[in-house]
């Protein structure tokens, strides 16, 4: 198995063309182990030059009451009051650990995206 570090954008192309070709192939056959060292590698090449920053809380929440199709009712027992909610909506008022705690149980929002700093827009 001839496989080298993927250092430049050319390097980065070819195993995805390489990996497109592999996609089909049995895991434990060769082909197969060299799709995930390929796979592997084009993952931690683009976590370094591709990294993905983490959603502002506020969006974070939008997006998950959205998905869910919640309302601000639906929001009251992990924030509080629907003017609460509103002011968190809105950035008018950060979240607290309290909030951010039982928005991550409630919602299953990841924790990180929730206590990031974030100021309004």
């Known amino acids: 198995m001839d496989i ?24 434990g056959t060769p082909e197969g182990d060299r799709l995930d060292v390929l796979a592997t590698l084009v993952e931690a090449y683009e976590k370094k030059h591709y990294p993905i920053d983490l959603p502002d809380p506020v969006e974070a929440i939008k997006f998950r009451m959205d998905q869910s199709g919640l309302t601000v009712k639906d929001l ?37 995206s929730l206590i990031k700093e974030y100021s309004p827009p």
């Open 76 to 112: 009251e027992p992990m924030i509080g009051k629907p003017n609460r909610v509103y002011e968190i909506l809105n950035h008018s008022r950060p979240l607290t650990l309290a909030m951010i705690r039982r928005l991550h149980t409630g919602l299953g929002i990841p924790v990180e």
């Open 4 to 27: 080298k570090p993927i250092r430049t954008k050319t390097d980065h192309k070819r195993a995805l063309k390489e990996i497109e070709s592999l996609m089909m192939a049995k895991a």
